[in-house]
């Protein structure tokens, strides 16, 4: 509240404090002033809850403060967060880059090992207490106390802030109600200085609104004139006020606007002549002629004296320019301007039209803003001298619009020079030595004698609706013009002077006129400035009048006009009144303002005139111009005091007569009786609703405080109480509606309009009430007021004046922490009924009572009615209009009613009144009767007019949620109820029930804010189950189990079910998680909505917990967890609809169906809610043995519905984990016991999911996120397995994660990355600062961690329970398969200590669950510790070789050796070897040596061979990891990489497992790189492994006999065959033990073999592949799957079919090069020869590019040469130094018979091994020469294998060359051409193109070396060596069929051509029968021996074998 309003408390306020403070004494003091002064001097009471604070609505959680409670939090260290800088800590710093890098020449023997010895490596420190044997108990118990140590309190301070945007129950407390300010400028005049210096000159200063045409300002007069200017005046001065020496002012603008003017107009001392010659001397001498002009200058400073003498007292104006403020404001505003601040800049006139930032308050386009510019120091050098006939402001209003026109008229005026100088800037939040427009000084003002600074009241351009905070009473006088044209006599130096009368004597003229400048501070009287020689003059002055506190009918303002003589002349006196004239200011007891046409009189007035008006025509008076109105004035009031409207003014005053009970009274011309006044005051309450809206907010607390005053205290008339309460209810209705409309742009978030809601907070009390407190310390601070204010007005400050009623509740004062007394008191006595009889209570609506009464008629003369109490039963029987109004505004009247209850209990000293007794029950039964009425209006138009319906239903909410604080909670709980009971009936009608269930979860999120929320709660008799000492494992026996025979214990189910009891131990908690499971529905309509909105409901609950002081305690959390266990039971349920944030299909169910399956539907609670639980909820009578629990309903075949999305999934898991880590330990065992096997299984896959949903990503993952470079990627392994085996083994998903770590898993969509991003409203920027990622990684890793370990806690209290059960194994193997994913995900090393202490104790508590039962647990677990054995963080090094040391130990105990591990530890090492890109081999070693330690230092295995296994085991792994050295060194070089893993898998042919692991890997590599065919060939060999391991095993007949029944799909297969069975045994442990050596192994691989192919798109593979599994799946009878393959062979043939009929072309298989190494670089591949296959259509240029690329970067730059000829290379002739590559193009070879089989496309490009390559070359050395000296080599190259094969390279195992001489180049060549002949003409269908561009080729004359030129060289002559005969022989027939297929083309071509190709034909036959004709000789010749028999020396060079061999 403004606290200017309140002067009494301070003594430094200067005369308005001895103003009022005189006002007060006076008894007779005007009732509405009294009032005001009233209502603005006192304390406001404020009704506040102690721990009102604590509530979600005052202290909501959000993302600022999250971050604040985030600080300190550790940062968890992580493995993949440390990859990036290597080294991690001390103990790791040696670079592992450098140790492998001396393996360059490694040969891959055991001899390896010799170079890091593992004997010589250093081990990691080891754990001190690994080696000794304690019992598990201890063990257990130590692990539990470190895991406890260092834990974050607050679970959910590291989860993003619950959503804002569901933040319904939030409230602000109001802005204190304060003067209102617009924008406000600061104006400082620094100096004022003209040309000559002879007088003083005075200024004024207002602001102008053009577009407005209205003054916005009052005047500020400033005086700016030299001590020795001054002096002139001092005949005419008193002694100067400090308040008038003001030099800076203070302007306020709310709507600021370009059109708005700073005005500065110049006056001076009145003088002899018109402005104009008074002008002259200050436009013509300048200073810089001071001693040419110094007579003229002292002759005009003698005028100036002598004027001032005489004169000094009247004014003249002089001057006047205007500085446009939008440009100060824009150029201001620019802040790139280099020019200092400070700086002086000239205004100038033209407007630029710079907008400044737009302005809030105001709407239009072109606001621009005075709050934030750049200070500005101005030199204003032009001003205009003011013109006699222009001086109104319509005058100035035309000149300013002037001024903003290019070529304005003033500016050819000529200037008046001068200088003024000015400071404007933004005014600061508090300014020091500022007076108010009353001159009451605002705090801070250090010294009184300091030069102040004023605030200039603001006369806004548009109405503001504010209301009047302060006491302001103030009068505007502005006389406009004045006519006395027709006045005779001397009249023409006109001055009127104002004085304010009191009466009409003179002396009662009052000192309220304000002083201008140097002057006194108030004066009796006033004049306006002379304007010289004129009888009409126009003015621009302003009087300002402080109006009295009393205004009476006496009190006038008097005009007197003067004729001013300006020359001494004898006998002529100095002023000559020549009229009068008044106005009376009250009019009706209405203060008169408004524009006034007053008529003058020329004599004196006579006595009484004041009680007229001059426009009564006195008689025996003279009047100017006969009485017609000359003199034109406008008054205007600025007062808090007087209304200014009809409507107003007469309710008040009304409101006044009836307190003071004068009758009878005069009501304008009406004169009221005692009988008609009440009339009167119903008819002006009606009437209030008339009244215009700015007066009405202005003075509406006053307005509102007199409608309560009429309910509370009805007036008594002639001795009768007067019932005014309705007309006062509605008038107040009114009220309200029209401020809020008034304001409807300010409304808040929820509708509600701020200044009301200012005015219930701070300004509402209950009327002539003084808080007398109860006897010891008050509960309420009472303050002084303070008269400081600011610009801002900070709360604070006027919070300091108001009474805070602080009592808890407000209830009895308790000490924090401790639980409300009364709710114990109630809970004692009363049991679980806790209402006056909850459910029966004959108050509750429908109850017996429940009738609507009339309050009954008073008896006794105590009228006090009790506010709350009258206003609920108005408005419960208000009519229909009126509670329309109501309803509208039903939160103002809630709120209302409960600070009335409040005020009433504090006051009246009920507080510690039992609760039932504080209210009467008719109250009780209208607050039922509304809260019913008010929740019906929510349900019925909620479909009609749903923002009403929301604001409603929240306003019923708060007020409910309020009650609870005040009345007998019982009774509220009973409301809450019937509220549901309603809802719900209307639900099951609803056409849209999810709009009706989205109102009830706001309702009751708003309930359940309540800061009491956990008391409200407390059950009556403690739920906590018999203690149990701390559960170990002698405790558990003791304690009932589901596994045991004992009945599980009703009383802990019911704690963690939604049941009956529940709910009415627990009401609102009852109440809320109803809400969230009828949410979970899988049938529920709008689900995601809803979902998103119950959960959130929770999650803010839990995060206030979190948050709140009151529950720091863990005893005290336990405790408030106890509220939320059924929580577990409805995530658990729920499970199947969550989103599934582990990857991979199949996961849902993991753990859930594996403990199903012998307990098939039995005891499986957790169904759908059936429909009569649904009605108990809504509140429905429950009989009391009809206690349903809410997941009893039967179960849901399947319940699929609305899955959650992964961000609700997420918030759902995170509370989930909350009451895991606050309940307590041994309920939640004692519940765990209880489980069904199902149930138990279902929770162990919630927290499976936990695991996953909690992830942490890694910062990589912020930063990739951030820069929105995030690719989704899909490992197309991963995505086949998923596809195929339908669910994945643990092992092969972490080996597939590590493979390709998305930061976000798996998902396609990732819906969550929200709550990475953190993208809660604070802000969506995406482009955050590396500190923001940096502090997000460091919060999301600490909730990974933490998430994790409240799994692990969950997890061992489950491992208690299930100790000594029968089905421990099941549950145990489940529990094992959860902690294995944790340690399979990325965890920090923190949880990897405790995650791997407890996998330590679970192996030695029960090493069967691994030794025993399946080899996927041990082999999961190998994996997983070996991968934390190469850590670079040392501790978890560490813990992993401790753990995999123990497990090795265990397994020798069970039987003497440790085989198994053995075997998975080597088989685990290689897959990590060959997938984990980031695996550090360095590390790893250091672990071998570190389990080495462990050995070595075991005393209790010394005697066995345990220590030698162990050093055997370790150097093998060595051995394997010096082999993958090398793989890490050919990382980069595909074909190396794919070399050295097929030398690996090689290795392994003994140890199939490992082989198999290997085969997996190649093929997980070739999908990478997209060798779809290679990926699928090493899963046939995989299936092969396999089939040759099954064979041995067993003899099915359906399945495949070994692996040669591959054969046909690959004939490299054989190699897979078993070595023999005396190698291998295939049942000795371990072995051939993983999942793959199954039949449905078997199956798998060969789904994914069909796949791969598939994609690869060798569908004629895919056919074989599935001839081989088709057996094995009718054996199964798996028709599915038989559907699906037939499907698949479909697709398969469909797609041959289409391809092989013209498609052909498009199914390109590969391209094959040789490549051969030369040079010692090369190492392992010097003069090696390989084949590549190249993807489709690669070029020679491409790979030789690669390859160069690849090599020139190995080995460095000008060290790789290609060889650019395919001619052999000669060793002798390379460089050394240098690396050779020698690339050729060859093509796939068949001998004809093969041809015969391969008949397709695909035939010919499958299976291949011999290729060809051919080389031109002539006897002297050149690639090509002429015909006769053309030679040819032929080179073939067999490979190893066949193509596609397991690698892309196979090495060359034989070449053959064949040479062919001139002649046999010849005929080749003319076979082709024939051929391209045939195949042009036989084209079907034919294309003539093709085929005459082959023809031209084969008949054109100008073909060079064509067939004519080949004919002529080889046919001419006979050979002369006989050998030769054959090939003479051979080229002519080729020449004739030749000839015969041209015929045969051109026949063709005939027959295809149009008529325009007719003549290219004649040329193509003319040319044809030239080249026969040329030919014919040649071909006729016979050869003498050609029909002699072959002699065995001829060559048949059709035979392969007589080729000449070439020496390879």
């Not at 050149?1822 to 040819?1832: F, I, N, S, T, Y």
Request: charged share 25%; aromatic share 8%; hydrophobic share 40%.
């Amino acid at each position: 509240m403004p606290l200017i309003s309140t002067p009494f408390p301070s003594s430094s306020n200067g005369p308005q404090v001895q103003l009022l403070a005189r006002l007060c004494g006076l008894g007779k003091l005007d009732a509405q002033v009294r009032a005001a002064v009233e209502m603005y001097t006192e304390d406001w009471i404020i009704a506040h809850r102690r721990y009102q604070h604590l509530s979600a609505a005052f202290s909501p959680i959000t993302t600022e403060t999250q971050r604040e409670r985030q600080k300190g939090l550790t940062r968890q260290v992580f493995e993949q967060d440390t990859s990036g800088d290597e080294r991690s800590g001390p103990e790791d710093s040696d670079d592992p880059r450098h140790s492998s890098g001396s393996l360059d020449d490694t040969p891959r023997s055991s001899g390896a090992s010799g170079i890091f010895d593992l004997r010589n490596l250093a081990a990691d420190s080891l754990l001190p207490s690994l080696l000794e044997r304690t019992a598990p108990e201890d063990v257990d118990r130590r692990n539990e106390a470190l895991r406890r140590q260092h834990r974050p309190r607050a679970l959910l301070a590291l989860y993003p802030a619950p959503d804002e945007d569901e933040a319904v129950e939030r409230c602000s407390r109001p802005e204190p109600p304060r003067e209102h300010f617009g924008q406000r400028i600061l104006v400082k005049c620094l100096s004022l200085k003209f040309e000559i210096e002879i007088e003083p000159i005075f200024g004024i200063l207002a602001l102008y609104d053009v577009r407005e045409k209205k003054k916005i300002s009052e005047n500020f007069y400033f005086d700016l004139n030299s001590d020795s200017v001054k002096g002139l005046l001092r005949a005419h001065g008193t002694h100067p006020a400090i308040s008038t020496l003001a030099r800076s002012a203070i302007l306020s603008v709310t709507y600021p606007s370009p059109d708005i003017f700073l005005v500065i107009k110049l006056e001076k001392v009145l003088q002899q002549g018109d402005i104009s010659e008074c002008c002259e001397p200050y436009m013509v001498m300048k200073e810089v002629d001071t001693a040419k002009n110094k007579e003229k200058l002292e002759k005009l400073r003698l005028a100036a004296e002598q004027f001032c003498t005489r004169l000094g007292r009247y004014r003249m104006p002089f001057a006047w320019t205007a500085i446009h403020l939008a440009n100060i404001v824009s150029s201001a505003g620019q802040t790139d301007r280099d020019s200092d601040s400070e700086g002086e800049r000239r205004p100038a006139w033209t407007d630029r039209r710079r907008r400044g930032p737009q302005d809030r308050t105001s709407g239009g386009d072109d606001t621009c803003s005075f709050s934030s510019f750049r200070p500005a120091t101005l030199t204003v050098t032009n001003f205009f001298k003011q013109e006699a006939e222009r001086l109104s402001d319509e005058d100035l209003f035309k000149f300013l619009a002037d001024m903003r026109r290019p070529s304005s008229l003033l500016r050819r005026l000529r200037p008046v020079t001068a200088q003024l100088k000015i400071d404007i800037s933004p005014a600061p939040e508090n300014p020091h030595f500022c007076l108010s427009p009353e001159l009451l000084h605002v705090k801070p003002y250090p010294d009184p004698r300091g030069r102040p600074t004023k605030e200039i009241l603001e006369f806004p351009a548009r109405e503001v609706y504010a209301p009047h905070t302060s006491y302001r009473n103030l009068l505007y006088v502005y006389p406009h013009c004045l006519n006395f044209s027709s006045r005779q006599g001397s009249v023409r130096n006109l001055a009127v002077r104002v004085q304010y009368m009191a009466g009409e004597d003179p002396s009662q003229a009052l000192p309220v006129i304000f002083g201008k400048s140097s002057c006194s501070e108030f004066t009796r009287e006033a004049f306006t400035p002379v304007v010289y020689h004129n009888k009409s003059p126009e003015f621009y002055e302003e009087f300002k009048l402080r109006l009295p506190a009393c205004v009476t009918e006496n009190h006038h303002l008097l005009f007197t006009f003067y004729h001013v003589s300006c020359q001494p002349r004898p006998g002529t006196a100095l002023e000559t009144p020549v009229g009068f004239t008044w106005i009376p200011l009250l009019q009706h007891g209405r203060l008169r303002t408004g524009p006034f046409c007053l008529p003058v009189s020329v004599d004196q007035l006579p006595p009484s005139y004041s009680v007229l008006t001059p426009d009564v025509a006195l008689p025996g008076m003279r009047w100017v111009d006969g009485h017609k109105g000359v003199f034109s004035v406008e008054l205007t009031a600025v007062s808090s005091v007087h209304p200014q409207d009809p409507h107003l003014d007469k309710f008040f005053t009304l409101v006044h007569v009836l307190e003071e009970g004068a009758f009878p009274f005069r009501l304008k011309d009406t004169v009221l009786s005692e009988g008609t006044v009440e009339q009167e005051l119903r008819a002006s309450l009606a009437a209030l609703r008339l009244a215009s809206p700015q007066p009405l907010v202005a003075f509406s607390h006053h307005v509102l405080d007199k409608l309560v005053h009429l309910v509370v205290r009805p007036p008594i008339i002639g001795g009768q109480i007067v019932n005014l309460g309705r007309g006062a209810f509605e008038a107040m209705a009114h009220v309200v509606s029209l401020v809020h409309r008034s304001l409807e742009a300010a409304q808040d978030a929820r509708g509600h309009c701020p200044l009301l809601a200012a005015y219930v907070h701070y300004a509402f009390r209950l009327p002539g009430t003084e808080p007398n407190f109860p006897s010891g310390a008050p509960p309420v601070a009472v303050q002084a007021a303070t008269l400081a204010r600011g610009p801002g007005r900070p709360a604070s400050l006027y919070l300091a004046r108001s009474k805070s009623i602080s009592s808890s509740n407000p209830d009895l004062a308790v000490a924090p922490g401790s639980v409300d007394d009364e709710v114990s008191r109630i809970l004692a006595s009363k049991g679980i009924d806790r209402s006056h009889s909850w459910v029966n209570s004959a108050y509750a609506p429908g109850g017996s009572k429940a009738v609507l009464r009339r309050a009954p008629p008073y008896c006794g003369a105590d009228p006090r009615q009790l506010l709350h109490e009258e206003l609920a039963l108005q408005w419960v029987v208000s009519g229909s209009a009126v509670r329309e109004t109501v309803l509208q505004h039903a939160w103002f009247f809630f709120q209302l009613m409960v600070k009335s209850m409040a005020l009433h209990l504090l006051l009246g000293q009920r507080l510690d009144t039992p609760r039932k007794l504080r209210f009467p029950g008719r109250f009780l039964d209208d607050i039922a009767a509304l809260v019913g009425s008010v929740g019906l209006e929510v349900i019925t138009r909620v479909y009609k007019d749903a923002e009403l319906a929301e604001r409603l239903n929240a306003s019923l909410a708060f007020f409910l949620s309020d009650l609870l604080s005040l009345a007998d909670r019982g009774f509220v709980f009973s409301l809450v109820r019937a509220h549901y009971k309603q809802v719900a009936t209307r639900l099951q009608s609803a056409p849209n029930p999810a709009l009706l269930l989205t109102l009830r979860m706001d309702f009751t999120r708003i309930l359940c804010s309540h800061e009491h929320y956990v008391t409200l709660n407390l059950p009556c008799c403690p739920l906590s189950p018999p203690a149990s000492p701390s559960p170990s494992v002698s405790s558990t026996t003791s304690q009932s189990s589901t596994f045991s025979s004992h009945a599980p214990d009703p009383k802990v189910t019911s704690m963690f079910e939604l049941s009956g009891p529940f709910r009415q131990q627990h009401f609102l908690a009852g109440l809320l998680l109803t809400e969230l499971a009828l949410a979970l529905e899988p049938e529920a309509e709008g689900a995601s909505l809803l979902h998103k909105k119950a959960i959130s409901a929770v999650h803010s609950l839990l995060c206030g917990h979190d948050a709140d002081p009151r529950y720091t305690e863990a005893a005290v959390k336990a405790r408030v967890a106890e509220l939320y266990l059924p929580l577990l039971s409805l995530a658990r349920d729920t499970l199947p609809r969550l989103h599934d944030f582990a990857e991979g299909p199949g996961q849902r169910s993991r753990l859930a169906s594996m403990l199903d399956s012998d307990t098939e539907g039995e005891g499986d609670i957790g169904g759908t809610i059936n429909p009569s639980v649904a009605m108990a909820i809504a509140g429905g009578p429950l009989a009391p043995g009809s206690r349903a629990s809410i997941s009893q309903g039967p179960v849901a075949a399947s319940r699929s519905g609305c899955p959650l999305s992964a961000e609700s999934s997420r918030t759902l898991l995170v509370c989930v984990l909350w009451v895991l880590k606050n309940a307590e330990p041994a309920l939640l065992q004692r519940w765990a016991a209880d489980l069904a096997l199902p149930q138990l299984g279902r929770l162990l896959d919630l927290l499976y999911l936990c695991l996953a949903a909690f992830e942490y990503k890694g910062k990589k993952a912020f930063e990739r996120i951030n820069s929105l470079t995030f690719k989704k990627s899909l490992d197309m392994k991963a995505r086949l397995e998923e596809a195929i085996l339908g669910t994945i083994g643990a092992r092969q998903e972490m080996v597939r994660r590590s493979r390709e770590r998305s930061p976000f898993g798996n998902q396609e969509n990732v819906r969550w990355r929200k709550s990475i991003t953190h993208w809660r409203q604070t802000s969506d920027r995406v482009d955050k600062t590396k500190d923001e990622m940096e502090h997000e990684a460091l919060v999301d890793g600490n909730l990974a961690t933490e998430a994790s370990l409240v799994v692990l806690d969950t997890l061992e209290i489950i491992v208690q329970t299930v100790m000594l059960s029968e089905a421990r194994e099941s549950v145990l193997g489940a529990v094992l398969k959860v902690v294995l994913y944790s340690l399979g995900s990325a965890q920090s090393a923190l949880f990897l200590q405790h995650g791997l202490a407890t996998q330590r104790s679970l192996v030695s508590k029960f090493p069967e669950l691994l030794f025993e039962e399946d080899t996927e647990l041990c082999a999961d677990l190998c994996l997983r510790l070996l991968r934390h054995c190469g850590s670079r963080i040392s501790t978890i090094r560490t813990h992993a070789s401790a753990s995999l040391y123990l497990l090795m130990r265990q397994n020798f105990e069970i039987g003497n050796n440790f085989a198994r591990v053995k075997m998975q530890v080597t088989m685990s090492l290689s897959s990590l070897v060959g997938t984990t890109q980031s695996f550090s081999e360095e590390h790893l070693r250091r672990s071998l040596k570190t389990i080495l330690t462990y050995a070595e230092e075991d005393v209790g295995l010394r005697d066995s061979t345990f220590a030698e296994q162990v050093q055997d085991l370790m150097f093998n792994l060595h051995m394997i990891l010096t082999d993958t050295v090398k793989m890490k060194e050919h990382q980069e070089d595909p074909e190396m990489l794919i070399d050295l893993m097929y030398r690996i898998a090689r290795g392994y042919q003994g140890s199939p497992d490992l082989r198999l692991t290997w085969l997996q890997n190649m093929a997980g590599k070739h999908a990478e790189l997209g060798n779809h065919a290679e990926a699928a060939q090493c899963m046939v060999h995989a299936a092969a492994l396999v089939a040759e391991y099954l064979a041995l095993l067993e003899d099915s007949r359906y399945l495949p006999v070994g692996c040669v029944s591959f054969q046909n799909i690959s004939s490299n297969v054989l190699e897979e065959s078993a070595i023999s069975d005396d190698i291998l045994s295939p049942d000795e442990e371990g072995f051939c033990s993983g999942k793959h050596f199954t039949e449905l192994g078997l199956v798998g691989l060969l789904e994914q073999a069909a796949a791969y192919f598939t994609m690869g798109g060798l569908y004629e593979a895919v056919n074989e592949v599935y001839k081989t599994l088709i057996p094995i799946l009718e054996a199964h009878r798996d028709y599915k799957k038989l559907a699906a393959v037939h499907g698949k062979l479909q697709e398969a043939f469909t797609k041959i079919m289409h391809q092989s009929s013209g498609w052909e072309t498009q199914r390109v298989f590969g391209t094959y090069f040789r490549v051969g190494f030369y040079g010692a670089r090369f190492g392992d591949l010097d003069e090696q020869e390989f084949v590549y296959k190249e993807p489709s259509i690669t070029k020679l240029a491409e790979i030789s590019h690669r390859l160069e690329e690849f090599y020139t970067e190995r080995f460095g730059e000008d060290v790789v040469e290609i060889v650019k000829d395919s001619n052999p290379v000669d060793k002798t002739k390379l460089d050394p130094q240098k690396a050779y590559i020698q690339i050729t193009y060859v093509e796939p070879h068949f001998d004809t018979y093969e041809l015969k089989d391969r008949v397709t496309y695909f035939d010919r490009n499958y299976g291949l091994r011999t290729f060809l390559f051919c080389t031109p070359f002539t006897p002297d050395g050149r690639a090509h020469g002429d015909l006769p000296e053309q030679h040819k080599r032929k080179t073939l190259l067999s490979t190893d294998h066949a193509f596609p094969y397991i690698k892309t390279r196979i090495r060359v195992c034989h070449r053959e060359e064949t040479v062919l001489t001139p002649v046999e180049v010849a005929i080749e060549d003319m076979q082709k051409k024939t051929r391209e002949l045939a195949f042009a003409t036989e084209q079907d269908p034919p294309d003539a193109k093709m085929l005459q561009m082959v023809l031209q080729g084969s008949v054109g004359p100008t073909v060079n070396q064509g067939p004519l030129e080949v004919a002529q060289v080889f046919l001419a002559e006979i050979p002369e060596d006989p050998k030769l005969f054959r090939h003479h022989n051979k080229l002519r027939l080729c020449f004739k069929d030749f000839c015969k297929k041209c015929e045969d083309a051109l026949r063709k071509n005939k027959a295809l051509i149009g008529p325009d190709q007719k003549e290219y034909h004649r040329e193509l036959e003319r040319n044809y029968c030239r080249l026969r004709e040329a030919l014919q000789p040649l071909l006729t010749q016979r050869l003498p021996q050609l029909l002699a028999p072959p002699t065995a020396g001829l060559r048949n060079s059709l035979n392969r074998a007589s080729f000449r061999k070439a020496d390879l």
